[in-house]
């Protein structure tokens, strides 16, 4: 059981390092667990496991499935985390079908949940989208989100393991690409470029 409890940690470092064979033979450890135990519990991780190696796999329609048992399981034994942890790979799946629209309303409920936890979410694969090609780096990109999230330069730099006068200097070139002249219209150009409207 021990053991059991520490497999779908080992399958999302597997796919981290794109060890896709070792994930599969964790997933097949964790769901015969799941059937031995006949646990609520395990279920839903072997379903979340199941979920996540599909979308290593490169098939997100089979990742749905298994990804939206969990969720339900995990709302019905009232765990808000990992139900939001669920929501932000079922978020991941819908970005590889190209359904950003739901991608987005998903990582912004599972954000609502972690912020009302006080807690961060573990890191879930992104898939790129073709909007891409912004004017942005993607560091810039990155910084953007963070400070349209209301992260200081001071967080933003601990999250991302750079000083604050790095920061500092992303924002600036920040500004310059996008012609606005405060951190506020920068988040403001952030959450339009997110949900499609492109660069005015």
């Known amino acids: 059981m021990a053991r059991a409890r520490l497999l779908r940690a080992g399958i999302e470092i597997a796919l981290s390092l794109k060890l896709l064979d070792e994930a599969r033979t964790m997933l097949a450890e964790l769901e015969s ?33 298994p990804l939206r048992r969990a969720l339900d399981r995990f709302r019905r034994l009232a765990q808000p985390w990992e139900q939001a942890q669920v929501m932000c790979w079922i978020a991941c799946a819908h970005d590889a079908l190209h359904e950003h629209t739901a991608a987005d309303q998903l990582r912004s409920d599972a954000q609502a949940i972690f912020s009302r936890l006080g807690a961060f979410p573990l890191p879930v694969p ?24 209301g992260r200081s330069n001071r967080q933003i730099a601990g999250e991302l393991y750079i000083s604050e006068k790095t920061v500092g200097r992303h924002l600036a070139n920040v500004y310059v690409k996008l012609g606005v002249g405060s951190r506020t219209a920068a988040a403001a150009w952030w959450h339009e470029y997110q949900h499609g409207g492109g660069i005015h």
Do not use: C, K, N
């Not at 912004?134 to 989100?145: D, N, S, Y």
């Open 126 to 149: 992104t898939v790129p989208r073709a909007t891409d090609a912004g004017p942005l780096t993607p560091r810039e990109r990155q910084i953007v989100q963070l400070a349209a999230a």
């Open 33 to 65: 667990a799941a059937v031995d135990y006949a646990s609520d519990g395990f279920i839903a991780w072997a379903d979340h496991a199941r979920g996540m190696v599909s979308l290593g796999a490169g098939d997100p329609r089979a990742a749905m499935l």
